[in-house]
């Protein structure tokens, strides 16, 4: 059974179908061939009650908010914030871009969305100054995987509301590896500055900085209010999603008044068609567990990779293995949704703490869509860059190795992720 589920998924895929489609394929196949008493309206049933969590509506409201304050001045505002700030010392301007992802991730929890956000006003930047494209593409695709460390984060919504994870908790765990992945691509860059020769930018004035400072000051009222809120319990995820919006469209049209009325409806289309996508597959991936776990598929499966007595380090390498390397092919969404139902329990079972693994599971797609052959952020940044396949893949080998490293501690010590989580929940 499981050689032709994924005999039909990889056909459909390579026919050029959507993923939806191979999805509801091998679920309709297996319902139909090996258990032909199974109702086929349950299946629409199970779509219909994977996109029912509310938690779910946190995910087009983040986006919303996330397009009106990139449309508008306040991304722009947190750039020259940052530019001001360290633009000065050694690897200042690949710094200032890490450090761009992780301010734009607290925007929109999304790594595409970084890419195009942050690599557009950057990546020229960069090159006028003397690093190498490779580099420089190379950076912009892997500190994007810090969108979705930094809440919000897209990834933590659906695997909270695929797992029952709270998502609250997934949120406020996911600050300290992203701050970790901040500072160890920091690093790198001063050594790169050092090895490309290239001098740092003459420092701006005190002057500008404060100026700069009070530009950016509104905006930075976005993370404030998604993680501020939720760290005091005076709000849910959805909930400040929702006071996102009003904030963004406030600053946007009020505040600033970049933005007019009717640009409102040209920014809810276009959220409207990315979240249509997303609900989409978390309908048709909801149909997929249901049936593969009817089928007892997951047992089968983990009955071969893990015996009955794995350890923590043994179970935490293989989800961070099977995530890594789904998200290497195929999307990050799609990758949750399949593996959660066939993972989750298992660790439960075991002890782990599930918002560990939940942090752990959001870095490794975060990783995976970073890296060849398929990963998505790479064609994102083909398309924005319009560079061929190699040139963008060219310096990703040790950002790829930095990011393992932070795998490797952040399984090695928990608290990396779980210290937050427990300061701000009392677990």
């Known amino acids: 059974m499981g050689y032709a589920i994924l005999g039909v998924m990889l056909l459909l895929l390579l026919l050029g179908y959507p993923m939806k489609v191979p999805l509801l394929a091998a679920a309709l196949l297996v319902a139909v061939v090996w258990f032909p008493g199974a109702a086929p309206e349950?299946?629409?049933?199970?779509?219909?009650?994977?996109?029912?969590?509310?938690?779910?509506?946190?995910?087009?409201?983040?986006?919303?908010?996330?397009?009106?304050?990139?449309?508008?001045?306040?991304?722009?505002?947190?750039l020259t914030l940052v530019m001001r700030m360290v633009g000065h010392v050694r690897g200042?301007?690949?710094?200032?871009?890490?450090?761009?992802?992780?301010?734009?991730?607290?925007?929109?929890?999304?790594?595409?969305?970084?890419?195009?956000?942050?690599?557009?006003?950057?990546?020229?930047?960069?090159?006028?100054?003397?690093?190498?494209?490779?580099?420089?593409?190379?950076?912009?695709?892997?500190?994007?995987d810090i969108a979705l460390l930094i809440p919000p984060s897209i990834?933590?919504?659906?695997?909270?509301?695929?797992?029952?994870?709270?998502?609250?908790?997934?949120f406020i765990a996911g600050i300290g590896p992203g701050l970790l992945l901040l500072g160890m691509f920091s690093a790198y860059c001063a050594i790169a500055a050092i090895r490309f020769r290239v001098e740092p930018m003459d420092p701006a004035t005190?002057?500008?900085r404060w100026t700069a400072v009070k530009r950016a000051a509104l905006p930075l009222g976005f993370p404030v209010i998604v993680i501020g809120g939720i760290y005091t319990g005076t709000f849910s995820p959805t909930e400040a999603a929702a006071i996102s919006v009003l904030y963004a469209g406030l600053l946007e049209l009020l505040v600033y008044r970049e933005l007019a009325p009717r640009d409102l409806w040209r920014i809810a289309r276009s959220t409207g068609l990315v979240t249509s996508v997303v609900f989409v597959l978390v309908g048709a991936g909801a149909a997929f567990?249901?049936?593969?776990?009817?089928?007892?598929?997951p047992s089968q499966l983990l009955a071969g990779a893990?015996?009955?007595?794995?350890?923590?380090?043994?179970?935490?390498?293989?989800?961070?293995?099977?995530?890594?390397?789904?998200?290497?092919?195929?999307?990050?969404?799609?990758?949750?949704?399949?593996?959660?139902?066939?993972?989750?329990?298992?660790?439960?079972?075991?002890?782990?703490?599930?918002?560990?693994?939940?942090?752990?599971?959001?870095?490794?797609?975060?990783?995976?869509?970073?890296?060849?052959?398929?990963?998505?952020?790479?064609?994102?940044?083909?398309?924005?860059?319009?560079?061929?396949?190699?040139?963008?893949?060219?310096?990703?080998?040790p950002f790829l190795a930095i990011l393992i490293l932070a795998s490797v501690l952040l399984i090695a010590f928990p608290s990396i992720a779980l210290l937050l989580r427990d300061l701000a929940f009392g677990s």
């Open 42 to 78: 349950t299946l629409v049933q199970q779509m219909i009650g994977g996109v029912e969590p509310a938690a779910l509506l946190a995910v087009p409201m983040f986006i919303f908010a996330a397009e009106i304050m990139t449309r508008g001045q306040a991304a722009d505002r947190l």
């Open 92 to 144: 200042g301007l690949p710094i200032t871009s890490a450090v761009a992802c992780t301010l734009f991730g607290a925007l929109s929890g999304s790594t595409q969305a970084t890419v195009v956000a942050i690599g557009g006003p950057l990546r020229p930047r960069l090159l006028a100054a003397g690093y190498p494209d490779s580099f420089a593409t190379a950076l912009i695709i892997n500190a994007s």
């Open 155 to 170: 990834a933590m919504i659906v695997y909270g509301v695929v797992s029952g994870t709270s998502i609250g908790e997934l």
């Open 206 to 208: 005190w002057g500008e």
């Open 289 to 297: 567990s249901w049936v593969i776990s009817y089928a007892q598929l």
């Open 306 to 397: 893990l015996g009955p007595d794995s350890g923590y380090a043994t179970i935490m390498a293989t989800i961070a293995i099977s995530y890594f390397v789904g998200c290497m092919f195929v999307d990050p969404i799609v990758v949750i949704l399949i593996l959660t139902p066939i993972f989750h329990p298992l660790a439960v079972a075991a002890g782990i703490d599930p918002v560990l693994v939940g942090t752990i599971v959001t870095l490794q797609v975060a990783i995976g869509s970073a890296t060849p052959p398929f990963g998505c952020d790479i064609f994102t940044a083909i398309a924005i860059f319009r560079r061929p396949y190699l040139e963008v893949i060219r310096g990703t080998p």
